[in-house]
């Protein structure tokens, strides 16, 4: 007991915190859906976005289900594993490593399957800073009559999303990321196909994992009663995310994060540095990844710019020691951030031994901003 002459009657915000009401429930869902303009149904997965992700893959997956899973990082590579423990036959598309995936290689892999009933693709990247061609990868899903999973975890809110207008069956928003919100649960847009696909399934019942199981507690009963217990400091913190979304709205929140992604490009080509990702255009506007160069190690990049203050995300997954990366996502998508990520990156560098010009790195970055100001 940190206090133990503290009095219980006294109001603590953490702690005495109202219950989620079903209709202030159902309002944030609305909002969802209002935001993302989608006429899919808008279920709350009540954890981190990687389990509505594996909520996602165990409520779609069955023998016999023919899956192309595109492979940008280890999300997809959960995602893959999450479909074959449920039995289905899954052909990953993997990319080069840390790299967006090339949409002829997911042409290839429905080509050569002939018949595909489901397609799952990353839209952006935050493990890598890569943007997958979210648009191709979704008209082969259609040509393939395949169902589209899509996780937007990271690119909802930063890279323009229209689900209804791509066909996505099932989109995984999470609210962390550019949204700037909570990390303690996400969101999962499903259309009606999705939902008969699901009543196909191998279906994992009763369970905290069946999307279909949400929907027959909460949407088919009238919204009326709510799935399970929402924990309310994550359903107000929410709230309180999408209310600041609103107030700026979708086109400025993801006019702000593709600033910031340009920016950051432009300060590390003038560093003299070659962005990780090097097509702009395949770049996600989540984070910016900078390599770590030939000889110099990732923790002794990290360590020299942390001595300036400033936090550089380190490798995941595969490309673990290959790259940093700058975050940039919800309130980091903003001038001051972006700087210091370019410049401390610069600096830590330079004490490591490289030649770069900070100077030219700081004027880019400034340049970059003002001219879409
Ligand atoms: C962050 C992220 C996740 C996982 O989200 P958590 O909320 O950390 O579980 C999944 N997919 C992508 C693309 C992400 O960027």
Known sequence: MTNPSASHDIFDPLLDVPPVAANAYGRLADCVKRLFDTTSDILFVQAEALLA??????????????????????????FGAWLRRGGAAVTDVVAEPGQPAEAAAVAAAITELGKVDLVAVVHAEAANGSLNPLDEVASLAREAGALLVVDAVASAGGHPLDIDALGIDLCVLGP???????????????????????????????????????????????????PGTPPPLEFRALGAALDRLEAEGLPARIARHQRAARASRAGLRALGVAPWIADDGRASALVTAAPVPEGIAADDLIDAAARFGVSLGRGFGDIEHRLVRFDHTGVRAAFPPVLANVVAYGAALEELGQRVDLGAAAAAVTAAWQKEG
């Open 53 to 78: 992700l594996e909520a996602a893959a165990a409520s779609l997956a069955r023998p016999g289900l023919a899956a192309v899973n595109v492979v940008t990082s280890p999300y997809g590579a959960y």
């Open 176 to 226: 962390q990321k550019a949204l700037g919100g909570p990390t303690g649960l996400s969101m999962v847009a499903v259309s009606q196909r999705a939902f008969s696909a699901m009543a196909d399934a191998a279906r994992p019942a009763p369970s905290l994992l069946s999307l279909l199981d949400i929907k027959e507690a909460w949407l088919d009963r009238g919204r009326g009663a709510l």
